[in-house]
């Protein structure tokens, strides 16, 4: 009888691999990580692409026609890529010579997700606040990508590393789209929770937006580890950041003028 129990378990296929696994995600560091992007997409698909622009629009604008509402958010957002391109190299120079990447990715994750709660407080007319806001959270969510990116090849090897970034953008995809669809029902159907008609609806998934992303970087912060940084030589660390950067701009010169 044992024997042919045996038989049985040997003849068994493997175990399906789940679907994490599939994705490139099969170590816990691996999926700590690529949560970010779960974390971060629900600003992207609420904020940047469904939620935000409409109510921009209609309520902190009200009033203003079509075109001036057009300008206000198109140089809101030229500013806030003018800002990240002039900073990214800086920061990330920066931590590449000091174990900071995982300090410097909550910072930038706390900016945007601060300034995503703050538009609760958007109301009629606010149009003011609302560029305020919207420039430090789209500041936010671009440097936190900046380290978030830059933890990857510390934490997968050089064959992984293409699959799980696969994977991140797949967890991101879905968590962007489960979040948007949460703050739609939210917004179109406010009496099954509870909430009032109005603006208010709307307010509240600026408010569920930031608590999500916040929620969902913790297991990067608590899983993914720090990478350990070889010691710098010849000069300050700071003042090595800030060289490295302006080398990388004189060769970008030189292939400019080739």
Known sequence: MAESTEVLDSSRPPAPRSILSRLGLHRAELRAWAMYDWANSAFVTIVMAAVFPVYFGKVANAGFDSSAITARLAAVNALAILINAVAAPVLGALADRRPIKK??????????????????????????????????????????FVFYNALLPHIATDDETDRVSAGGFALGYIGGGL?????????LK????????????????????????????????????????????GGSKPLNAVRQVFRTLAELRTYRGA
Request: proline share 7%; glycine share 8%.
């Open 103 to 144: 300090k410097l990715l909550a910072v930038f994750m706390l900016l945007g997700a601060s300034s995503t709660a703050g538009m609760f407080f958007i109301t009629e007319g606010r149009w003011m606040l609302a560029c305020g806001l919207l420039l430090a959270a789209n500041v936010g969510a671009a440097g936190s």
């Open 179 to 187: 979040a948007l669809l949460i703050s739609l029902a939210i917004i």
């Open 190 to 233: 406010p009496d099954l929770v509870g909430i009032p008609r109005g603006t208010l609806p709307s307010r509240i998934v600026f408010l569920f937006t930031a608590a999500w992303w916040a929620l969902f970087t913790l297991p990067l912060l608590l899983k993914v580890p720090e990478p350990a940084i070889a010691p710098a030589h």
